[in-house]
């Protein structure tokens, strides 16, 4: 078995927050190239994330939330 089977996300689904830019939309990708879908959470749509991530064939959901503004528990 080769390592990288140990790291298979074939239809996994994978939840990022802040997958409009930055680490946040590179953490996306790759996680999209490793076979998983993605719900993202952002406050404002991650257009270019969508698009790479169904660039390669997996599903894409998005959420709008402002994370800093969230309560715990709520």
């Known amino acids: 078995m080769s390592i990288l089977n140990r790291?298979?996300?074939t239809d996994q689904v994978?939840?990022?927050?802040?997958?409009?830019q930055g680490l946040g939309h590179a953490i996306a990708v790759a996680l999209a190239?490793?076979?998983?879908?993605?719900?993202?959470f952002?406050?404002?749509?991650?257009?270019q994330t969508?698009?790479?991530?169904?660039k390669v064939g997996r599903k894409f959901w998005w959420k709008?939330?402002?994370?800093a503004k969230a309560?715990?528990?709520a």
């Open 71 to 73: 309560k715990p528990g």
């Open 33 to 40: 190239e490793a076979g998983s879908h993605i719900v993202a």
């Open 64 to 67: 709008e939330v402002d994370l």
């Open 42 to 47: 952002d406050r404002t749509e991650p257009s």
């Open 7 to 9: 790291f298979c996300l």
């Open 14 to 20: 994978a939840i990022v927050t802040g997958a409009r």
């Open 50 to 54: 969508r698009e790479a991530v169904t």
